[in-house]
């Protein structure tokens, strides 16, 4: 037996314990943020449960945090006390190795302290017994949830967590001559899926407009080819490396193996989606890689996942689907091209 903090985007956390109960008979669930965050009590052991996420990692799972110890809230110094007795008792998991501190919360918590607070007073005990405390990146993460009675209190790496940031929420800063707030998310599948977008010689993006997606990848020296009736951002113009097509997708063809990457977000049904990137895999390189997102848009998501997933393996390998942190009423697909 084993417990844990599980989250999802906001308003998806069903979809998350729907995928987990598929995954684990006799799992239990209690809800401790409505609709996102979750304490799970699990029948398998802590290298088990891992195990199976590791193989079989959830769609609208965002982040799990396993719950080691669970401290009484005093609503006193004394909560700091007990967090930094913790730590000293771990000085053999975090021995030279770097580790991060994050703390979450519940709206009405007792516990008093900020998370800048608490990451200040546990930074300095974890280089009392000879941790690197970091901000991004880190070997070991130590997550502490305040829950409204306790704070709930665990270890883990960040592929174990699922994430390298509290709960998951992945922070991009916006630029300035940003187009869209789009573009934060071909950041994250970037982050999520290991991708790196120079790697890529020419790539297309289908239903492109305003641009967030195009100059990202044009930011990375791509040669980019957008494709959208509307218009792309002015800004834009001035890469010579970008071609523009201002007609619907279904209208364009290409000589094949054009492209060894393609990219897609458009807000479509998404078995159309599907049969307009499948028109475009002659266009497609073998081996190229496809990130699309997908709309959710119908009562069933999960099977329109399915269904959409098994659509396109007819010429592509699903690597992975997953809800991103900038994922809203969608998903995001990471394909390669068989």
Known sequence: ???????????????????????????????????????????????????????????????????ERALPIQGSADDLQALSDLVRHARSRVDNQTVAVHLRRVEKTPFMYSAADTKSVLDAVLMEVGAETVMQSPDVILSIFAGAEELYVGWGTPAEQLSDWPGGAVRFQREEGQISRAKFKLLEAERA??????????????????????????????????????????????????????????????????????????????????????????????????????????????????????????????KKAKQLFHNRDEITLYLVKK
Not at 4 to 23: D, K, V, Y
Not at 26 to 49: C, D, W, Y
Not at 243 to 267: E, I, Q
């Open 1 to 67: 037996m084993s417990h844990w903090i599980g989250t999802a985007n906001h308003g998806f956390a069903s979809l998350a314990m729907e995928e987990l109960r598929r995954f684990v008979n006799g799992i239990k669930f209690t809800q401790l943020i409505a609709g996102e965050v979750f304490k799970m009590e699990v029948p398998l052991s802590r290298e088990e449960l891992l195990d199976l996420l590791q193989k079989n990692e959830p769609v609208f799972l965002r982040h799990i945090q396993h719950i």
């Open 193 to 318: 899926f290991k991708l790196y977008f120079e790697t890529y010689r020419q790539a297309v993006d289908i239903g492109a407009a305003p641009g967030g997606w195009t100059q990202l990848l044009l930011e990375r020296g791509l040669r980019v080819t957008s494709i959208d009736p509307a218009n792309l951002h002015p800004s834009l113009s001035a890469y010579p490396r970008l071609t523009v097509m201002k007609k619907n997708a279904s209208d364009v063809n290409f000589p094949s193996g054009t492209f060894d990457l393609l990219v897609c977000d458009m807000s479509w049904s998404p078995m159309q989606m599907a049969k307009l990137v499948l028109e475009k895999t002659d266009a497609l390189s073998d081996g190229a890689t496809a990130i699309i997102t997908l709309k959710l848009m119908h009562k069933k998501p999960l099977q329109t996942i399915r269904d959409v997933v098994a659509k396109l393996e007819s010429a592509f390998e699903l």
